[in-house]
């Protein structure tokens, strides 16, 4: 017997992006306790969830390994089952070509609640991101929409007289395509265009005609994409977005830690830029709480808290709430923080701090140092990542006579791999510009580039892991860093820098981008 508190919801999860998600969709999303997605789900969609929902990929793609339609079936029915609120998030919209109709018996069978939410399909959107209409009062009175994954099954004389035809699932049988429209009347100079990962950063469109397109697009990787064929292709030049912002037309990849705010994003995207976020630190606890947890338990002795970073702030009040503590204990202690970013955490915790250099570089702090050359004995307590960091200013204080007590807070690590989508921007070559905020996040970039570009070839050799091999694949992106410290990591690791932020700041970055983009590029 279900458990009449479990439901399934289908949702049409659109095209890619969370922009081309539907508002309902968005709720549904945040309020899952279960999501089984598809493989053409965008990671942006994933992060709308909650940190306690379980996420299950079953995605489905051409020739590679997949989940079985049947326990897929199961999996939705168990969940619901248990009570669970269980979102199956599907590309495009549910009801086309979306298998859904196999999934809703199963809970029919069942008697599983479930709702179908609709999602905006690639068949409409695609086209539309390209810049090209479906119908025109003269060009095109009528449309259809077809997958051709089966070319043999369709009325190849009926298609060909129509005057716009939008074909899904059909890359792998271009040819064949090209060659049934010809053969039943379709000229060949007739327009087509290839649309692939439609409304992402990745996205490449190939235009030409029948005659044309095969030698086009030959040896490129075409899936997934939308064709569309018809006068209307035409119509491209002259419909496609046009934009004044100065970022607008460029794609920005912005390296940052794992499950990070997205506020860099944000400001990128207002002066018109495609972000692509790439997860290159992984911040986690320390590996013991014990120095943290006797430095909190001996706040009064210290004179100056020193906090360098947000998630030194955070993870620090973190651990002194889980004390039993909270900024009363710190009332006889000066905080000196680094960064407006890191001032900003700390005031999201209730509190102010006493000092911020006014270069927003740990090196600049004891330099301008109240009372620098009154440090003598002064207790100085530094909450701090455990794995590695900059001496410079510890080494400082010391030397002033400070007594300088540093713990780990935090650690900071590479993940595993580079996110798919990523990938898959440096392999289409579409990127335009690489952004760092630290040098760990260079570290970290040039690490899982150097492993994805071993993992792609058949016999990995030492110049796939090269400065060399990464310096060629970012041969045409601009890198563009926060300020001098990662700006000499870029110089090491990646052999150079193209911009470097006056101002180390998030939005210092993002005007050093744009001065560069009005020197370097015309508005799109």
């Known amino acids: 017997m279900s458990n009449p508190t479990g439901v399934v919801y289908l949702l049409g999860a659109g095209p890619g992006l969370a922009d081309h998600l539907t508002i309902r969709g968005q709720r549904l999303l945040a309020q899952a306790d279960v999501l089984v997605y598809d493989a053409l789900v965008d990671a942006t969609l994933l992060e709308l969830v909650s940190?306690?929902?379980?996420?299950?990929?079953v995605g489905k793609r051409g020739g590679q390994a997949s989940t079985p339609q049947a326990d897929i079936n199961q999996l939705l029915v168990d969940y619901c089952r248990q009570g669970k609120r269980v979102v199956r998030l599907k590309g495009g919209d549910p009801f086309i070509f979306g298998r859904s109709t196999a999934e809703l018996e199963a809970l029919q069978a069942a008697h599983c609640p479930y709702e179908v939410v609709p999602g905006l399909s690639s068949a409409l959107a695609a086209p539309l991101l390209a810049g090209i209409p479906l119908t025109d009062p003269v060009l095109s009175r009528c449309f259809a929409v077809f997958t051709a994954h089966d070319p043999d099954a369709l009325n190849w004389e009926s298609l060909a007289t129509l005057d716009t035809l939008v074909i899904l699932m059909g890359t792998q049988h271009l040819a064949e395509i090209v060659e049934q429209l010809v053969r039943h009347g379709r000229s060949p100079k007739s327009p087509i265009a290839i649309i692939r990962w439609a409304g992402q950063p990745q996205q490449q469109i190939w235009e030409g005609t029948l005659e044309s397109i095969g030698q086009k697009t030959s040896r490129q990787s075409l899936s997934p994409a939308v064709m569309v064929v018809g006068e209307v292709v035409n119509l491209r030049p002259y419909l496609q977005p046009h934009s004044t912002r100065p970022l607008a037309g460029l794609r920005i990849l912005v390296t940052?830690?794992?499950?990070?705010?997205?506020g860099f994003r944000d400001r990128l995207e207002q002066v018109g830029a495609t972000v692509i976020e790439m997860p290159a630190l992984e911040i986690t606890p320390p590996s013991s709480w014990e120095a943290l947890d006797q430095a909190i338990q001996q706040l009064a002795t210290y004179d100056w808290l020193v906090l360098t970073s947000s998630n030194g702030v955070n993870y620090f009040f973190e651990r002194l709430r889980h004390q039993g503590k909270d900024g009363?204990?710190?009332?006889?202690?000066?905080?000196?923080?680094?960064?407006?970013?890191?001032?900003?955490?700390?005031?999201?915790?209730?509190?102010?701090?006493?000092?911020?250099?006014p270069d927003f570089v740990a090196d600049s702090l004891i330099e301008h140092f109240p009372d620098a050359d009154a440090l003598v004995g002064q207790r100085i307590l530094f909450p701090r990542v455990e794995s590695g960091g900059r001496d410079v200013m510890v080494k400082e204080f010391t030397q002033k006579g400070a007594v300088v007590t540093e713990v780990a807070a935090y650690q900071s690590g590479c993940p595993a791999a580079i996110a798919p989508d990523v990938r898959a921007v440096l392999e289409a070559g579409t990127l335009d510009v690489v952004t760092f905020a630290s040098s760990k996040t260079v570290r970290c970039f040039q690490q899982l580039v150097s492993q994805a570009l071993a993992g792609s070839t058949a016999d990995p050799t030492p110049d796939s892991q090269s400065p060399g091999a990464i310096a060629r694949l970012l041969s045409s992106v601009c890198i563009a860093s926060i300020g001098p410290q990662t700006s000499a990591t870029c110089h090491d690791l990646?052999?150079?820098?193209?911009v470097e932020a006056t101002d180390y700041t998030l939005d210092g970055l993002t005007h050093a981008l744009v001065e560069w983009a009005n020197v370097h590029r015309k508005p799109v």
Do not use: M, Y
């Not at 202690?333 to 900003?344: E, I, N, R, S």
């Open 51 to 57: 940190s306690h929902c379980l996420q299950v990929n």
């Open 256 to 262: 940052r830690s794992a499950g990070q705010s997205s």
């Open 328 to 357: 009363r204990s710190l009332a006889g202690v000066k905080l000196a923080v680094v960064g407006q970013k890191t001032a900003q955490s700390l005031e999201q915790w209730g509190l102010l701090p006493d000092f911020i250099p």
């Open 494 to 498: 990646l052999g150079r820098v193209d």
